[in-house]
């Protein structure tokens, strides 16, 4: 993910003295909310959540920024960027992660009891120091298969999803992540299963228990119009509506606003999307597309991601774009399709995003390795999020013209995020730092400046400076986003090359982006490869960079 530079909205905003609109500042304030009890045993009453409560920013630059404050400032290189924000601390603020016990969600007791003889339930909560309540330890997700029916006139949608998954353990009920719109039906193995809801879970009971190692499949039918997290005013993510549809942006975890899953980076799983829409909209979304099918007054698209997704990257987006569709030919040989789609009112983007597109992936993957997917590209969209996200294969610029920096900062996530995906959120850095020192190295590419220069301008910053905290190795979860987990974690990358030199330093990217490929993986593991392969210890650099208060002075 990345913030948007926008030099005329800075000042615009300046007079507002309130700096708002990122998906993750929003994400960073919400409260952990309390389960909502539905009577046992199931369906909830119609008409979904409510939307999640919205939450303030405060504004100021960066020269008067310290702890506490959000951000707008100029960067090194002159350009006026969003830097970050913070939410005001409010009485309900989270726990430190690291002592914070993943709670359990426990199944209503009725529920519990009813049917399952064997078995227990899946733990709500993958353990995520972050997200505690994410996830579930009963089974491992393979795939989903999304049914999906938008209605321009409600603005709502008829939706099944479909999960593949294998039971990790005996399992006498097991939940998933969920807090969009009404819930109609649910099945085990195509027979009705019981279900409940909480906040955000929702829980089913299969009519019989399933045995550890079983795959099953499960399906929850729903309708209704889903809510984004948070507010216009402060950050949307999730399920947010244009003016013409829909589109998903869901980092780091708004993906329950629209689908039931899973919903931790850990649990991995392909996806098709099959939306019908009137035939006048179109559909994008992750991976490969079929060929529309259309019959009578609407048309269904198909979309395939057939590689291992997280569920913050499954995305689509509706309405009337201008898509472009070509290909690119890559080191190596091979050649895979470009798609690209702009919303009309973003028509000028439209030539630019392709061929930087095309341009950056090319050269990225000389740099990184391999490209891990099966097409690339790109959906600039019009609400105005102010902030784009790296989208599995088709990252998405909410209601904005992407310059060079973003485009390639949201491809290079393809390899370190999308591709090499986190075990837990408190190593963000290996997403953001990486894709920020990309953007150093295109600077670099392009002689614009060398990523080492990048490294000493900031580094001249005063240590009250917010790129220097938090450390990026450990964000917490309110700075999760925050500006120093891009800007020092670059600067981490840069230490790391000037120690081990730059050949060394690019096999250490590529062995990385290679023996984590569709995987998941860890700093520690980072750290690991990087020790191993140069022959140095690094120990004292890393934890320099990623683990200590202020501007680092040895490493
Ligand atoms: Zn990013």
Known sequence: MSLHTRPLGLAALATTGCLLLTGEGAAAALPI??????????AQPDGGLPPAPARRYAGTTEEDGGPGTAAWGTEADGVSRWFRRQAVPGPEATPHPETTPPPKTAPHPECATQPAARGTAGAGGVGDRYFPQSGNTGYDAADYRVDLRYSPKTRGIDSTVTMTATATQDLSSFDLDFRGPAVRSATVDGAPAKYQRTANKLVITPPAALDEGATFTTAVHYAGRPSPIGNPDLGTYGW?????????VSEPDGAPTWIPVNDHPSDKATYTFAVTVPKDLQVLANGVPDTPATHGPDTTYTWHERMPMASYLASIAIGRFQ????????PGGRRIPVITAVDPAFKKAAAKLYTTTVKAIA?????????PFSTVGGIVDDPRLDYALETQERPVYGGFAPDDDFIVHELAHQWFGDSVSLRTWGDIWLNEGFATYAE???HERTGKDSAKKAFQRYYRQPATSPIFNPPPGRPGKDELFGFSIYIRGAMCLQALRDRVGSPTFFKILRAWAAQHRYGNATTAQFEALAQQMSHKKLAGLFDAWLNTKNKPKRW
């Open 33 to 42: 909310p309390l389960p909502i009890a539905f009577p046992c045993p199931g």
């Open 240 to 248: 947010v509506a244009s003016r013409d549809g829909a589109v998903v």
């Open 323 to 330: 898509v472009r569709k070509g290909t690119v030919a890559l």
């Open 363 to 371: 050269w990225e993957s000389t740099l990184f390795g391999p490209y």
């Open 440 to 442: 150093w190295l295109w």
